[in-house]
C-alpha cells in the first residue's frame, strides 16, 4: 500500500514539473547584423553583458536591456551609438506585456541603421531608424509614441543592424 502511495505521488510529482515547465516563461533575443562589422552586443540593467551576437534565451522576464552594436566608438552602455531598448514578458493585465524602442536620445546618437522585429507573437511588428532624423527613434524622453508593444507570451525580438 505504502509503495503504491509513493509512486502515485512521484507521478504526481513528476507531471506536475512538466506541466511548470510547458506554462515556463521564455523570451529569445536574437541579432542580424548586415553590416559586416561591429559586435552586437545585449546588456542588462545591471551592465553585465548577456550575448556578444549569439541568440539570448531568457528564462523569465528580461527588464530594461538594451542592445547596440560596438564599432568601437559606443560607450559601455551604447553612449554615442544608435540604441534599442527592450523589455521582454507576458502580460498579465491589458498593456503590461513587452516593449521595445530605439532611442537617439543623448549620450546616445545615430551611428548604424538599426531596428528590430518581434517574433514567435506579435511578428512583424517592430521599427526601423535608417538616419539620424527618423521618427521611429526617442529624440527626447516625451517621444513615447515610438514605443512598439507585443502583448503575447514568450514573445522573441530580433534586432537589425545595417539593414
Do not use: W
Request: charged share 15%.
Amino acid at each position: 500500500m505504502i509503495a503504491s502511495y509513493k509512486a502515485i505521488l512521484a507521478s504526481l510529482l513528476a507531471a506536475m514539473t512538466v506541466a511548470q515547465g510547458v506554462a515556463a516563461e521564455s523570451h529569445t533575443v536574437r541579432f542580424t547584423n548586415k553590416c559586416g562589422r561591429g559586435t552586437p552586443t545585449l546588456r542588462n540593467q545591471q551592465g553585465k553583458v548577456l550575448s556578444t551576437g549569439g541568440d539570448f534565451k531568457s528564462n523569465g522576464p528580461l527588464i530594461g536591456a538594451i542592445a547596440y552594436l560596438q564599432t568601437g566608438n559606443c560607450g559601455a552602455n551604447g553612449e554615442g551609438c544608435t540604441l534599442i531598448e527592450t523589455t521582454l514578458r507576458n502580460p498579465t493585465t491589458p498593456g503590461s506585456g513587452s516593449s521595445s524602442d530605439i532611442s537617439l536620445i543623448p549620450p546616445h546618437k545615430f551611428s548604424v541603421a538599426s531596428g528590430f522585429k518581434y517574433f514567435n507573437g506579435c511578428d512583424g511588428q517592430g521599427a526601423d531608424c535608417k538616419d539620424q532624423n527618423c521618427k521611429t527613434a526617442f529624440h527626447k524622453p516625451t517621444d513615447t509614441n515610438v514605443q512598439v508593444a507585443c502583448q503575447t507570451n514568450d514573445a522573441g525580438l530580433n534586432i537589425i543592424f545595417c539593414d
